[in-house]
Structure formats: C-alpha cells, structure tokens
C-alpha cells in the first residue's frame, strides 16, 4: 500500500471525530426518520427522509474519503450505476460497454436505455482500447472484470476516450479505492457495489458513484432525489461500520489470495487459473502498474461441472453463493448464470480465514475429486 493510502486508511475511522462534542457516542448514532421537526422556512435544515439523511451522509463521507472524491450513496451498486447512466446519457448517445463485465449492466442497457433512444456496442476487456473511442458519449469500463479477471489499461484509456470526446466510467467493485484508484487515473466517474468487501459481512447491498466533476455529481444528486433510489439508513449504518475494518480484511483477503493463487498454480487438477498478481497471469504487468494490490478474486477452472460443483460443495470453508468480498470465503460456478466461460470456471472470493487453514479445505476438496 502506498503512504498516501496507508494515511487514507488510518484517518478513516476517526473521520467523525472533528464533528464530536463533549458526551456525543463515538459510534455512530442511527437516524431512521421520513420527517424532521421543521416549523417555518425549510432552507438550512434536514427536510425529508428522500433528500438527505445524517447516516447515509456519514457512509458518503468514508467513501469520500477513500475515494479523495465526493461521493454519493445508493441502495445496491445497480442503483449507483444506473444512476450514472441515467444522469449522464441522452437520445442520441451511443456507448461502449465491456462483453465480460458485470452482466447485469448489460441487461440494464438492452432493456431500458435502448428504448430511450441510447446505442451500445460491446466490447472484451482485455481488447478494450482496440478500435478506439470515436464516436461514443460514454466509456464504460470494469477491470478486473468479473468474472473472468481480464483487465484494461484505466488511463490509456481514459486518455484515449477523451481525447474522442467521450466520459469514462469504471465499476471498481472488484478492487475497492484501498485496491485501484480510477479517479487518480483519469476517469471521470467511479460505481461500485459496497455490497461487496466494503461491507463485507454480506449482510446488506450498497453502492456508491463518485466523481471530482462537480455538474456530474449534482446530476448524479439530482437523480437520486428525483427518482428516488436512496440508501435505507440502517443499511448505510452497517456499511459505515463495515468500512471501518476495510482495509484489515481487504488486506488480510489479498495477502491470502497471493497465497492461495501460488498454491493453485502448482496442482494439475487445475486446467486453467487467473490471478492478476501471479507472474504469469497474462495481466500481470498492467496489473503492477496500476493495481495497489492484486485483489481477493481468483478465477479457475477444473475439468468438468460436475466437479466444479462438487469441490464447491464439498470444501469446508467455502460458501456456496453468488456476490463475493464477504469476510468467509464463498465461490460458485459461474456459467449457471450465463456468463460465457468454462462451464468448470469457478470464481473463488477469499475471505478473512487463516490462509493455511483455507488452503488446507481447499486441497481435501480437490484431492477428493481427483477421479
Ligand atoms: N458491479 C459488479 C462488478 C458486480 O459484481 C456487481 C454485483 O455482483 C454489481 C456491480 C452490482 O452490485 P449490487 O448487487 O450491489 O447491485
């Protein structure tokens, strides 16, 4: 981690105590209210539970803070990306999405935004700069992708897409502002789902959109009060006190992670392995340059579904379920969503277990399906 980060880091969870007086709780109070006390001229006060709230602005602060950006919460990260979209597109505009990321914005696109009049076109992730930016209003970028891992180059892309005249967007879900930091490489916006590592606890959905771009951000702001998909206070309070031990698990689901791609690399059983920190991962390069850390997602690939399915199954310290950065570790089979790879490709989260101890589950699991 670089000092700058580590400073980031450090300050976070004392980020409420310039506001606290004398006999105010150190942690934070929850606010669930609709209606604020509010006699005589509105202007200056606390109005209406769709237009602001003392928790979320709490959450909106650390992720701020983290991202060096202002930054704004959303009830899921499907809420912060359509809520980029939607504040930012128009008739007209055509964009460019990755083929491999996050289906789901894909769907949101094919479904609603085409119907508005916005094109797309599709594009894999790890050829993102090839055929350039010209002639598209949005760039949409997402690397590591998930699931496959492919990356990008953020700021040679960037670069490229302004230079066409297009805004760049990035969905740092996979690698957190403590992992890779879009907004220091030049994109204009950053989403991401906090339902991930940034809760961590899996125990809630969250999203956040952060640019330094002011008339962004008061669309974004705008959007969000218009249309009303605001954060529920008591999940911004769960993800307030997941952000306070960030940076310990996403540290400690890295470090593992190295640990465990290392081990996985040496096993015959495993036809193919992606991890962007392993020397020979095809992103390893990029990834040095431009990833702090190499991330807690490992993709790999075993022989069959069947035995995909059944090493899930079978291992002790893996929870079979989809999302991922929750402090136990969890994997599943991918394909069964649709996603186009390997029906044995298996997308692995670490979690905060000791690494010897997950290794030791995760090889019982694999010796026992070596026929
Ligand atoms: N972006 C990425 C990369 C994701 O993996 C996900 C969810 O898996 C999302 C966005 C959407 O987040 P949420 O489920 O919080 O809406």
Redesign the pocket.
């Known amino acids: 981690m670089t000092d700058e980060n580590s400073h980031r880091a450090a300050a976070l969870s004392h980020l409420r105590r310039a506001k606290l007086e004398k006999g105010d709780p150190v942690a934070l109070p929850l606010t669930m209210a609709s209606m604020f006390h509010l006699p005589g001229a509105p202007a200056g006060f606390a109005q209406y539970g769709r237009f602001s709230n003392d928790t979320w602005e709490a959450v909106e602060e650390m992720l701020g803070h983290l991202e060096d950006a202002p930054a704004l919460g959303f009830p ?6 359509a809520a980029a979209l939607f504040a930012t597109l128009k008739a007209g505009d055509r964009i460019l999405l990755p083929s491999d ?2 289906y ?2 894909r769907i949101l696109t094919e479904r609603f935004l085409t119907r508005l009049g916005v094109t797309y076109e599709t594009r894999p992730t790890a050829t993102f700069l090839d055929g350039g930016f010209d002639g598209f209003r949005l760039v949409f970028l ?1 690397t590591p992708a ?1 699931p496959g891992l492919d990356l990008c180059d953020i700021k040679a892309v960037a670069d490229a897409a302004h230079a066409a005249g297009a805004i760049v967007v990035a ?1 740092n ?2 690698m957190t502002p403590l992992g890779q930091r879009p907004l220091d490489l030049g994109v204009d916006i950053v ?6 590592a940034p809760n961590g606890h899996s125990d809630a ?3 956040h959109v952060s640019s330094r771009d002011a008339e962004i951000m008061q669309a974004v702001s705008d959007w969000r009060k218009l249309a009303g998909g605001i954060p529920g206070p008591f999940e911004a309070w769960q993800v307030h006190r997941g952000l306070e031990t960030l940076d310990v698990r996403f540290q400690r689901m890295c470090d593992t992670a190295e640990f465990l791609a290392e081990k996985l690399k040496d096993r015959d059983d495993v036809k193919a392995l992606r991890y962007p920190g392993l020397a020979g991962d095809p992103s390893h390069n990029l990834a040095r340059a431009q990833m702090l850390r190499f991330g807690f997602l490992i993709g790999l690939i075993l022989e069959s579904e069947t035995k995909a399915e059944d090493f899930i199954d079978g291992c002790a310290l893996l929870q079979p379920a ?3 950065g929750g402090v136990h570790s969890s994997a599943e089979r991918r394909a069964r969503w649709g996603d186009a790879v390997d029906p044995g490709f298996i997308r692995l989260s670490v979690g905060c277990e000791p690494a010897s101890e997950l290794w030791r589950a995760i090889e019982v699991s694999l010796d026992a399906r070596r026929n």
């Open positions: 899921s990260g499907m809420a912060a990306i990321g996050y789901t914005t997402e998930n969905d879900t996979t989403v991401a789902s906090d339902t991930k959905l969250f999203g989809t999302s991922f």
